[in-house]
């Protein structure tokens, strides 16, 4: 299938935010009353299950690819559904890289159903086009899996430009597969698509991008979904690669702390969401892990040694990049928080 292919070495150093002449994060928090910023508990079991991805986009803050080895082993995943066992997580919410490609990802899906938790698939859809994987649609069906897909725009141009060349339209056809089993129609088959911005600048009005997305989609291709995630991009990985090369990331870091949101921050998905990395260590959120920024502050720190009692109000590392979960109406995993 075609993929962007892009320089991407099997592990990657993290690219972390250069210094910016501005407030510290835990700063502005500070000065709206919000710092110490504190987990509520755990309602969302995030799992990473690695970096391995058929696709390279230039957005990803994953640094996923064809080339990328990381990947969850069973011990972990095991470790994964133990751990999730001692929470009252309502969902669980498996990512990667495409999850799929991973080889406990159906384990960790019927494991987690068996357990009575909703299950949520980031799923990039050219995956199920795959000829390795000619059952997943249905198998994630039968299982009520809620779908999480990325889809740039409803025009090729833009998502290829994003996403590889072809992807747009292996993109559509995995619409009308998941369409013809049920997806998108309204009832337990949940389809959500994701919406990132092409460039450096904040996503608009998640309800009326919402509206248009359904209009097109529908009069183009015939497609339905259930609702749209307009998701801020965050400045770090290939997205910083890109701010830095364009010269914009000086402009993109005043626009996000401008738009700080105290009613976003006071809202932010770290503090209901536990993020696990492929390799089992804990993180406040997906954007931590792919900056090595474990749960700190006394916290433990390794899926081995997990905790309720000592990681459902832990106290959430924050940095520079956390202005763009704050900006505006807010972002997260679930779209706008404000």
Known sequence: MAVLELPVAATEIPRRPPPFARPSFARTLADHGLEPLRADGIDIFQI?????????????????????????????AEACVRALEQTSALTVDITGGAPELNPNFRYLVDQSRALGRHVIDRCNLTVLLLRSQPDLAGFLAEREVEVVASLPYFLA???????GEGVFDQSIEALLLLNRLGYGQGGRLQL????????????????ALEREFKRELDRRY???FDHLYAITNIPISRFLDFLLES???????????NAFNPAAAEAVMCRNTLSVGWDGRLYDCDFNQMLDDTVGFGAPAHIRDFSVERLAGRRIVTGLHCYGCTAGAGSSCGGTTA
């Open 157 to 163: 141009e833009r998502t290829d430009a994003q996403r």
């Open 48 to 76: 990473n299950v690695g970096k391995l991805c058929n696709q390279t986009c230039h957005h990803c803050h994953v640094d996923a690819g064809p080339h990328r080895t990381e990947r969850m082993t069973r011990e972990t």
């Open 247 to 257: 010269g914009n990331y000086q402009r993109y870091m005043e626009r996000l702390v």
């Open 192 to 207: 959500n698509l994701v919406y990132n911005p092409t460039g450096a600048f904040l996503p608009g009005d998640q309800a």
């Open 222 to 224: 015939g497609i339905r």
